[in-house]
């Protein structure tokens, strides 16, 4: 199981943190991703981080954005900086690795000023 947190109203220019807090004691091998859905859009991958270390983000957030993992805890985070209105949305976290493909429940992120 996945539980989502951090989301919130924030301004304009500023930051949030969200997590996600995985069970089970194989949350190393997974690639832990943050996706987003806008209201009448499709949902989009963000920012993933695999298992080996590598990251990748979506055009629009990277330089913005900051996956990372912490393996012991068996978190994930999403650092957002500088957000605009545009990245209003609801954020899920999926672990994806050997027999598991699993979704957070959703955290809402609102930018609005």
């Known amino acids: 199981q996945l539980q989502a947190s951090g989301g919130g109203l924030v301004q304009p220019g500023g930051s949030l943190r969200l997590s996600c807090a995985a069970s089970?004691?194989?949350?190393?091998?997974?690639?832990m991703s943050w996706y987003r859905q806008a209201p009448g859009k499709q949902r989009e991958l963000v920012a993933a981080?695999?298992?080996?270390?590598?990251?990748n983000y979506v055009d629009s957030v990277r330089g913005r954005f900051t996956i990372s993992r912490d393996n012991d805890k068996s978190t994930a985070y999403l650092q957002m900086n500088s957000l605009k209105l545009e990245d209003t949305a609801v954020y899920y976290c999926?672990?994806?690795?050997?027999?598991?493909?699993?979704w957070g429940q959703g955290t809402l992120v609102t930018v609005s000023s």
């Open positions: 999926n672990a994806l690795g050997p027999g598991i493909n699993a």
């Open positions: 089970g004691s194989a949350f190393s091998m997974y690639t």
């Open positions: 981080f695999t298992s080996l270390g590598l990251t």
